[in-house]
């Protein structure tokens, strides 16, 4: 199985995009729900409970694993992919989410200046700004932290009319602080499910300032990673040949399965049931 993971729930949603895109291949989901969130934690300690995460999917028959949280991307997988697999997994791959995103992105920008929503660990590590200097020229790039928006997901908040002040906070600090920014960038698995409280605070910050001049696009990650996903497979078809072709999916979890399964119907937009783990 090709194996998606995430820290708790998010990657739920790069998962549902993943196979919408490619339906044939199977999948192993593993969400660390017992120790998140990882994006208040040390680089260290998210390395480690990552690399934890990573050798038990191994262990379940998986060669290629996405990592399918910004958090985990940003502070353990280069440490994975050049210190841990060469020595201990030489056959095997583990892929995260922030370069494919950086890779699409300046696709949809006009202006070049682009804003991130992301958790404070993301926006901390730097890695966006990082990659971005790496693969894109002359990007403005405009981050904002926005701590309250994982929590509202979670809690199942955030179709309720309070999470709009959360939402409008950050969408004003944003915009504000770059006004030529035509493109956003959700870069936190959770935040697509508030995508749309997320574009009527766009369209009402745009409106009190008077801009016409250009549009904002919403970007979420999901259609790039499974778009990334799907070339990643074609051009390494020495990995491909491990994926099996039957369709399925399992979920696993750290915490409560029971739990895990009720609060994934939120990302799945549908029924599932998990298996619980233990690392």
Not at 129 to 146: D, F, G, N, R
Request: with cysteine; aromatic share 8%; charged share 20%.
């Amino acid at each position: 199985m090709i194996g998606v993971f995430d820290s708790g729930f998010g990657g739920l949603t790069i998962l549902k995009s993943i196979r919408e895109r490619l339906p044939e291949y199977d999948y192993l989901y593993l969400g660390d729900n017992a120790r998140t969130p990882y994006g208040t934690r040390s680089f260290e300690v998210v390395y480690q409970y990552t690399l934890e995460c990573v050798r038990y999917l191994f262990s379940r028959g998986c060669h290629l694993i996405i990592l399918a949280c910004n958090t985990a991307s940003a502070k353990a997988l280069r440490n994975i992919q050049q210190n841990d697999l060469p020595h201990l997994y030489p056959d095997r791959r583990v892929l995260g989410i922030i370069r494919p995103t950086v890779e699409a992105i300046e696709h949809y920008t006009t202006t070049r200046h682009i804003g991130l929503l992301a958790t404070p660990g993301t926006v901390n590590s730097m890695s966006y700004p990082i990659e971005i200097s790496k693969h894109c020229q002359h990007i403005t790039l405009t981050q904002q932290a926005c701590p309250m928006w994982v929590p509202l997901v979670e809690n199942n908040e955030h179709h309720n009319a309070g999470a709009n002040y959360f939402v409008e906070q950050y969408i004003n600090q944003l915009l504000s602080t770059d006004p030529l920014i035509d493109t956003i960038l959700l870069a936190c698995t959770h935040y697509p499910l508030l995508a749309g409280k997320i574009n009527e605070a766009i369209n009402e910050y745009m409106n009190k300032h008077s801009i016409t001049d250009h549009n904002i696009n919403l970007l979420s990650q999901g259609s790039i990673v499974a778009a990334s996903l799907e070339d990643y497979l074609r051009r390494h078809p020495e990995i491909e040949r491990y994926c099996e072709k039957n369709g399925g999916v399992e979920f696993l979890t750290t915490e409560s399965a029971e739990r895990f399964s009720e609060s994934a119907a939120i990302f799945m937009g549908e029924q599932i049931e998990a298996q619980h783990v233990e690392l």
